[in-house]
C-alpha cells in the first residue's frame, strides 16, 4: 500500500477499533476523547461492534448508552459482532478499505485475544499497528487469559499503556517490546462543575464532615465492601456517598 502521506499536504490515515458509541463506559468515553483528540493532525475513521460481548461479562442493566449518560456521540462504523468470528472477515474489509497507515486497537479483556489477533494479522505489513492497553490481563480474571493473551500479543509494532503495571506483563510476554506509557487522560465531558457548597447542599450532605465518594459499576474486584469496612474504623467527622446511575445511599458515623 503506498503511503498517503506522499505530499505534504495529506494527513495521517488512522483507525481506531474500539468500543464507541451507542456502546457506554469507560472506553467508550476514553476512544471519544481519544478520537477527537487525533482528528485535529490526522484524517480518523473510528470502528466499532455490531455486538460487544455476551451478559455474562457485563452483568450491569445494558451495554448501550441510555438517556443522561455523557458519553460524545463519535459516529463510528459498526463493523463486526465480538461474538461471531465469522464476522471478523468482512469487519477487517472495511478497515482495509480505508487504508489506514496506523491501526490502533483498544484492548481490555482477553475475551476479545482472536479478534485483536485478526485485526492486526489482516491489517498488512504496511500498517503500523498499535495496541493500546487499558488493562492486558481483565479484572475478573479467567482460566484462559494467559492462552489468549499469548495468540495476539506479539502481532503487534508498539504499545501504549497508562501504568507501570501494565508496561512490566507485557514485557513479561515480549521483552523486547516498544512500550510508550502516558498518564490517564482527564475527562472533561461531564458538564459543568458545581460549587461545592452548593452540591453538598444539593446532595442533603453535612457541610462540616470530610467526605468520601465511590461511583461508579458495583463490581466484586472494585472492592466497596472494604471501602464500608474501612469507613466504619474512621471518626465522626466523615461521611462517605455511594454513587452509581440508579442508586445513591449516603453513610455517616
Known sequence: MASNNSDNNS??????????YPFRG???????????????????????????????LFPGKTQMVEDGDAVEDVKADRILDGLNAFTYTNGVRKIKKFQPEVLIVNHW?????WLNRSLAKAAGKHTKKVLLVHNLFPHEKRFFDKWMINKFIGQ???????????SEEIKQFIPEAKILQLEH??????????????????L?????????????????????????????LLGEDY????????????MSL
Open 239 to 250: 461521611q462517605l456517598v455511594i454513587a452509581v446511575k440508579y442508586m445513591v445511599t449516603k
Open 156 to 166: 503487534y509494532d508498539g504499545y501504549v499503556v497508562m501504568s507501570e503495571k501494565i
Open 204 to 232: 442533603g450532605l453535612d457541610k462540616n464532615k470530610k467526605t468520601l465518594l465511590f461511583f461508579g459499576l458495583i463490581r466484586n474486584y472494585k472492592g466497596l465492601d472494604l471501602l464500608i469496612d474501612a469507613f466504619e
Open 185 to 202: 487522560p482527564w475527562y472533561d465531558h461531564f458538564g459543568t462543575l458545581k460549587d461545592q457548597e452548593e452540591a453538598r447542599i444539593e
Open 26 to 56: 469507560g472506553i467508550a468515553q476514553f476512544s471519544s476523547r481519544l478520537f477527537r483528540a487525533l482528528q485535529s493532525t490526522a484524517e480518523v475513521k473510528a470502528f466499532t461492534f455490531r455486538n460487544q460481548y455476551p451478559k455474562l
Open 11 to 20: 494527513l495521517m490515515k488512522i483507525a481506531i477499533f474500539s468500543s464507541f
Open 109 to 113: 479483556m482477553s475475551f476479545f485475544g
